[in-house]
């Protein structure tokens, strides 16, 4: 039921920034925790970063200190800021909503490359 969509994605160069977003439909935006995974090829999804409804945020150790997630509940968006970026960086990156409860929800995702 809730749409999300990225976007931000593109091909770039290490050492060079992005800034994926994410938006969610609904008016419960603001009662959802909002998390960032990736995945790249021939590897499992993995974990990015979260920021919660209290707007608690953690990134992951590949990550860290390059990474930042942010959101903005006005525009129903969550951002990630991605400085540093390297070509391990390479994957398909997924915004993932979660509302309380079980279910969740996963936008198909923005392809970022990172390559010289």
């Known amino acids: 039921q809730v749409q999300v969509v990225e976007s931000g994605g593109g091909l770039v160069q290490p050492g060079r920034s992005l800034r994926l977003s994410c938006t969610a439909s609904g008016s419960s935006f603001g009662s959802y925790d909002m998390a960032w995974y990736r995945q790249a090829p021939g590897k499992q999804r993995e974990f990015v970063a979260r920021?919660?409804?209290?707007?608690?945020?953690n990134v992951a150790d590949s990550a860290k200190g390059r990474f930042a997630i942010s959101r903005d509940n006005a525009k129903n968006t969550v951002y990630l800021q991605m400085n540093s970026l390297k070509p391990e960086d390479t994957a398909v990156y997924y915004c993932?909503?979660?509302?309380?409860?079980?279910?969740?929800?996963w936008g198909r995702g923005t392809q970022v490359t990172v390559s010289s």
């Open positions: 920021i919660t409804r209290l707007h608690s945020a």
């Open positions: 993932n909503v979660e509302p309380p409860g079980l279910y969740h929800y």
